[in-house]
């Protein structure tokens, strides 16, 4: 089935430094892949929709400067959180649509720790 | 705005009992819904999918139920085992091609 690898799966930064998220398709080509925030005991919310060869589409109240989002390939998008803040301290997922599977396919998640 | 949600965010049974997990859902536009199962610390991942043709599917000890006049969807769990503990979300993208999830309830199994 399809598998979404997602890099690392956890990470202790500093204030004011960035880290990167990677998200890889590893058997199937993903033109659209999304970028999910998850607070502890909430549901999942959408970031942005990461689109291969254009810009990121965001939702609404997401920055878009502090949260970078590159999807130079049909199988790799990242997301960079740019000058991180304690607040920012999250789970991560990314997640694609394998248009043969038809579900969505999830990462194993990101957790990121902002000292 | 649309919303997905679930009526109950815990839900504990005994290993072995059924187990029944609701999701309403307000947008009339979907035609797609998917359960996802969230162990800690992990991504969802995929149970079950149906589509809005269908009112009832059924895989392997699961099965989900789908009814369009009153937005309703459930995810029966057969013969619930402790490793069945994970919190559970539907997704809808009726309307869109993004997943919408709603709250997610908890599910805690009591050996």
């Known amino acids: 089935g399809a598998v979404v690898s997602q890099h690392p799966s956890w990470v202790i930064c500093k204030s004011g430094t960035s880290v990167k998220i990677e998200c890889r398709s590893l058997?199937?080509?993903?033109?659209?892949m999304f970028w999910y925030r998850q607070f502890p005991k909430q549901s999942l919310m959408l970031m942005a929709t990461?689109?291969?060869?254009?810009?990121?589409?965001?939702e609404q109240g997401v920055e878009k400067d502090k949260f970078l989002i590159n999807h130079a390939s049909l199988t790799l998008s990242t997301l960079t959180v740019t000058s991180a803040h304690p607040e920012d301290s999250s789970f991560y997922i990314c997640?694609?649509?394998?248009?043969?599977?038809?579900?969505?396919?999830f990462g194993s998640g990101t957790r990121l720790t902002v000292v | 705005g649309e919303s997905v949600g679930l009526h109950l965010p815990t839900l504990s049974v005994q290993e072995g009992d059924n187990s029944i997990i609701n999701c309403a859902y307000s947008?009339?536009?979907?035609?797609?819904f998917i359960w996802y199962k969230q162990e800690s610390g992990k991504g969802p991942q995929f149970i079950i999918d149906?589509?809005?043709?269908?009112d009832k599917r059924q895989g392997q000890r699961v099965t989900v139920l789908l009814n369009k006049t009153v937005k309703h969807l459930s995810l029966q769990i057969a013969a619930t085992q402790p490793g069945d503990s994970a919190v559970y979300f539907c997704?809808?993208?009726?309307?869109?091609?993004?997943?919408?999830f709603g709250r997610g309830t908890s599910l805690i199994v009591h050996p």
């Open positions: 997640s694609a649509n394998d248009r043969v599977f038809d579900g969505y396919t």
């Open positions: 997704a809808e993208n009726g309307g869109s091609y993004i997943p919408t």
């Open positions: 990461s689109n291969e060869g254009s810009k990121a589409t965001y």
């Open positions: 149906i589509r809005s043709n269908m």
């Open positions: 947008n009339s536009a979907s035609d797609y």
């Open positions: 058997d199937f080509q993903a033109t659209t």
